[in-house]
């Protein structure tokens, strides 16, 4: 069974929303971004505030509204830099023909053209006014300006507008805006073009219809993982096992049960540049599965005939078709970075996430303290991690494998 999920969870999206009628289509804008779970950030000009609210902005973002470049309580909390930085994206809409012209001639003299200035973001920019005045060519020019500088430019589409007049200058529709923001999400990012595979939880090994040998893994470190790879831009093929964990945004999902069928999955999967092993693959499974449930016979104990399982990691790590850079796991209760470096080397894999499991941590939790494990000529480095959340070890994970492949 495969599934796909996909969303703008986790972006973050600072709107500057100017002057114009259509500053009451940002307010559904601002919904639809949320809906696919981007956080949204506004800036709402002096001359949006003349149509719409502080308020509604305030209560759809669920955010504070920035206003004013001299707020001494937005300096305090957050200053007009780190908005501009603290974010993923900046989207102008509607963007007014002053906007336009103020942001092409460098303008700072309030929060929205301070904050394009200061940004280190891309910007997109989705135009709104009246025909005639979208046809002028002192705003054409500034837009051929923020263009040459990088602008992504949503254009207005036709049709009447509010002020009575018909020709081009309506706002792009809220979901074409909704749609490019997206598409710009899935073709940004440091892995932009890469294929990633990526296994995540446990397996379970039948014994009979109803029972299994299974492990406590919940998927949670794996599943991150995946979504990481996916926010960075990289082609993400999930193989799960059984977990709660829903499937990441972005990613493509193959749901598998057993050893085996994860393995041929994932050798489905190849090519690809990325190959992150996170399951805890069961090593063995009962030598034989019975068709019917298994009944207690009262007398003999019972014994169970186990068979090693494929090694996934390994097999991947050596096969004709390896990916450029393989890393595996390692949940360890003792003498871990002795057993990891070991295993970085039987197994052939080239970085190896130490996690120390014993008395049961780890599994289920949020967070997890690792130490990475990298080969580097002969050596290999061990960096130990202070303790984080499963999201940003993966987070700073898919760092390291982004300048890796710079
Ligand atoms: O040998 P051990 O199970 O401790 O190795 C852990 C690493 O190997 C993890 O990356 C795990 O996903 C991978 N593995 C695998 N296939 C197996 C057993 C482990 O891919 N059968």
Redesign the pocket.
């Known amino acids: 069974m495969a599934t796909v999920s996909s969303d703008l969870s986790g972006r973050r999206i600072l709107l500057i929303i100017s002057g114009g009628i259509a500053a009451y289509k940002a307010l559904d804008l601002i919904r639809r971004l949320r809906d696919t779970g981007a956080d949204v950030r506004c800036i709402l000009t002096s001359g949006g505030a003349q149509f719409i609210t502080p308020l509604s902005v305030a209560a759809l973002s669920e955010n504070k509204v920035h206003t004013d470049i001299f707020s001494l309580t937005d300096e305090s909390e957050m200053g007009h830099i780190r908005l501009a930085r603290d974010c993923d994206l900046v989207l102008i809409a509607p963007a007014s023909a002053n906007i336009i012209g103020r942001a092409a001639h460098g303008l700072a003299d309030d929060l929205a053209g301070t904050v394009l200035l200061a940004t280190d973001k891309p910007i997109m920019i989705a135009p709104a006014m009246n025909p005639v005045m979208w046809e002028n060519k002192a705003v054409q020019e500034n837009l051929g300006i923020l263009k040459k500088r990088g602008y992504t430019l949503l254009s207005p589409g036709a049709g009447d507008m509010a002020c009575g007049e018909t020709g081009t200058g309506r706002l792009a529709e809220v979901p074409d805006i909704v749609k490019a923001v997206s598409a710009f999400f899935l073709q940004g990012g440091p892995l932009k073009g890469l294929k990633a595979l990526v ?1 995540s939880g446990p397996t379970y090994e039948p014994l009979d219809p109803v029972r299994f040998i299974g492990n406590r893994s919940s998927g949670k470190q794996g599943h991150a993982i995946a979504e990481a790879l996916a926010l960075a831009g990289a082609h993400v093929t999930l193989v799960a096992g059984p977990v709660k964990e829903p499937v990441p945004r972005l990613v493509h999902a193959v749901h598998v049960q057993t ?1 085996q069928e994860m393995l041929d999955a994932c050798l489905k999967a190849l090519p690809v540049d990325i190959a992150v ?7 063995y499974r009962p030598e034989e599965t019975s068709d019917t449930k298994i009944k207690k016979t009262g007398k003999e104990p019972m014994t169970v005939k186990l068979v090693q ?6 097999t991947l790590s050596q096969s004709n078709r390896r990916p450029k850079l393989v890393i ?4 360890e209760t003792n003498d871990g970075l002795e057993n990891a470096k070991k ?1 970085l080397a039987n ?1 052939g894999c080239d970085w190896l996430v130490l996690n120390d499991v014993s008395g049961g941590k780890v599994f289920g939790q949020d967070s997890n303290i690792v130490t990475l494990l990298q080969k580097n000529g002969a050596g290999v480095s061990a960096d130990t991690w202070p303790e984080k959340d499963k999201k940003e070890v993966a987070r700073d994970l898919v760092a390291q494998i982004a300048a890796s492949f710079k």
Do not use: E
Request: glycine share 4%; hydrophobic share 55%; proline share 5%.
């Open positions: 296994t050893a092993c996170a399951a805890a693959v069961a090593d399982n494929p090694d996934i990691l390994a595996g796991f390692a949940a295993k197994k």
